[in-house]
């Protein structure tokens, strides 16, 4: 499978993929506990200026109460005395520290909600709040500090293959990668990004290789109990193999279509398996070969070729 044309991603773009849920949410966050009253929420949505309070018992999470609610149980002759545990939203969606951003973007326009309570994975306690004005900000303070450090590498690179004397220099990294650990997942893409800029590739190449291998990445984490990403760095282009012993694609050209997917409900949940993974690595890579055995796994080998002058 080869592609002659491959999209440009944007910064922003890049970064959805790299940014964290903690890294952007509100940690300050105004809570209430089951038995404070209607009044308590009127209070707190006025001098607060928020449309939802979440509501925790001994930390953990058991409810929001939104603006909708308060009106809600005034149109229905609710007193104002009323207990929030009464009047709240009990089944909450929620979303995880360490999610990525990236997940979050779909989940906001599907689920149609201002705001998530963030959790952390572990504990399951409430560790902040996320909203779309949150993502934005903190795109933008990215957006500022990579904008320097992209600057600096520039002019600063090491520039290895030039000071190499060799008729072919190649550099191999490899990470290792398990299945299920959506706490991790992302980690070892971050790591070969930081490598490249390291190295001194230009932004362009980064960002089309990070979404690339993150996508790779996910599909391992998601689909089988281990895997690895092996990046071969060569002066004009690099070539990444994501190989795993998982269950195998019994349908390479089906999975090939966008928005197909063998994901369960429960990884959906999550934010992943859209049936966006293969389409979007075949989309910014230059060519792309997907080898699979039922049974045996997946060999998915993609290049990505650099440029000397990229915009």
């Known amino acids: 499978m080869k592609t002659k044309d491959h999209k440009k991603p944007s910064k922003i773009q890049e970064l959805t993929y790299e940014l964290k849920v903690e890294q952007v949410m509100c940690k300050n966050v105004t809570t209430l506990k089951p038995d404070n009253t209607m009044n308590d929420v009127r209070r707190i949505l006025r001098n607060k200026k928020i449309s939802g309070i979440p509501v925790i018992d001994d930390d953990r999470l058991v409810g929001i109460v939104s603006i909708e609610d308060f009106l809600i149980c005034l149109l229905e002759g609710g007193g104002i005395n ?72 520039t002019y600063r690179a090491s520039h290895i293959f030039e000071d190499v004397i060799s008729d072919n220099s190649i550099l191999i990294f490899k990470y290792r990668i398990k299945g299920g650990d959506f706490k991790t997942a992302g980690e070892q893409t971050s790591k070969l990004r930081k490598n490249l800029l ?57 999975a090939m279509r966008q928005g197909y997917s063998t994901a369960p409900d429960w990884v959906r949940e999550l934010g992943f398996g859209a049936g966006m993974g293969l389409p979007n690595i075949k989309n910014y890579s230059d060519e792309m070969t997907l080898e699979s055995k039922v049974n045996e796994g997946t060999n998915l080998n993609f290049v990505i070729y650099t440029k000397k002058n990229e915009d």
């Open 82 to 153: 009323e207990k929030v545990e009464n009047k709240m939203t009990k089944n909450v969606v929620t979303v995880y520290s360490d999610d990525h951003i990236v997940q979050l973007v779909g989940k906001f326009d599907r689920d149609g909600y201002g705001r998530f309570p963030v959790v952390d994975r572990d504990t399951k306690k409430l560790v902040g709040i996320i909203t779309k004005g949150d993502i934005i900000e903190g795109l933008l303070k990215k957006l500022e500090i990579d904008y320097h450090e992209e600057e600096i590498h």
């Open 198 to 254: 390291r190295l001194g590739f230009l932004p362009e190449t980064i960002r089309r290789v990070a979404i690339a291998a993150f996508e790779a990445e996910m599909n391992i984490v998601i689909y089988t109990p281990e895997g690895e990403l092996v990046a071969k760095i060569h002066p004009e282009k690099v070539t990444i193999n994501a190989i795993d012993s998982g269950p195998g694609i019994p349908d390479v050209k089906k």
